[in-house]
């Protein structure tokens, strides 16, 4: 009996378990992605909505800083662009982010992550961009809007640091 269930785990274990010459079993659709966005479409992919938001709410100490980021753990390509728009909660915050979450959807949002993908927190997408509100966590009493575009810009980003896009939202 000792054998027998012994038997069945090292299955059991090793079930999951399968070689082949054929290469991996899943490849990662953000490896090689087939329509590469450019450096300039990939910013205004997310700098374009951040920017229509802060016109439509009126936000106040707004900052915001654009960044390309790796879709992989190696800071290899390919990117996405990401922003972050930071701005002083007033009393109620919970209006504000009703407010930011109405201007996305007046530009076509909808609430929710996209098909497929798992977003912590209060999100919307668009055409595979999608966009988080909520408290900054690094900086109590500030919320911000974060806006992550689509994982299909191949240059070397990999040194690049943020971009400050404060002026082009006041």
């Known amino acids: 009996m000792t054998r027998l269930l012994s038997t069945l785990l090292i299955a059991l274990a090793l079930g999951g378990c399968h070689m082949s010459d054929s290469g991996p079993a899943q490849d990662n659709p953000y490896d090689e992605p087939e329509n590469t966005l450019s450096d300039e479409q990939t ?27 790796s879709c992989n753990d190696q800071g290899e390509p390919p990117f996405q662009g990401r922003v972050e728009v ?36 209060d999100s919307l997408h668009r055409d595979g961009v999608t966009a988080a509100v909520g408290p900054r966590v690094a900086d109590p009493g500030y919320g911000a809007l974060q806006i992550y575009g689509e994982c299909r810009n191949m240059g070397d980003h990999g040194s690049d640091g943020p971009v400050d896009i404060t002026p082009e939202l006041r």
């Not at 205004?44 to 654009?66: C, E, H, I, M, S």
């Not at 909808?110 to 977003?119: E, F, H, I, L, N």
């Open 43 to 69: 910013r205004a992919q997310v700098v374009d909505p951040a920017v229509a938001v802060v016109r439509a709410v009126k936000l106040d100490d707004v900052t915001g800083g654009f960044s390309f980021g």
């Open 86 to 121: 930071a701005f002083k909660l007033p009393a109620d915050p919970g209006a504000v982010y009703a407010q930011i979450r109405d201007a996305l959807v007046a530009q076509g949002w909808a609430s929710g992550a996209p098909a497929g993908q798992v977003v912590h927190g």
